[in-house]
């Protein structure tokens, strides 16, 4: 096997059907506001860490929160784990600022992320 090991899990997206109703839970259990709050997207930087709330995820076929792993070769790393046994759920792509993201599901079926950023 490669030398790929994670970075961690860095990124936790949470699908929210009310953003409003949402960002005010998530800025009273962190005790600040978020760093980047658009209507598609709210996000939260903690302890190194990224929180981020996802209007209408569930639409996008998110069902619950999805933590990403921090990854230096998205494409090596993807390979590794659909070797192991994992099915890839959503191809890279890129979300902006060079940060490619993708999905894939474990043998039973749990929803893991991985992040590359460039």
């Known amino acids: 096997m490669a030398d790929s090991a994670t970075q961690g899990i860095k990124t936790v997206l949470h699908p929210v059907s009310d953003i409003t109703a949402a960002k005010a839970v998530y ?23 990224h929180i981020g709330l996802v209007p209408g995820g569930a639409d996008q076929g998110m069902t619950g929160p999805v933590a990403y792993w921090q990854v230096a070769d998205i ?21 902006g600022g060079g940060r490619l993201v993708a999905t894939f599901t474990d043998p039973d079926g749990n929803v893991l992320g991985v992040l590359q950023d460039s």
């Open 27 to 49: 800025t009273a259990l962190l005790g600040f506001p978020p760093q980047t709050d658009e209507s598609y997207y709210v996000g939260f930087e903690a302890e190194g860490q």
């Open 75 to 95: 494409e090596a790393k993807l390979a590794e784990v659909t070797a192991a046994g994992g099915t890839v759920k959503d191809q890279p792509r890129n979300v």
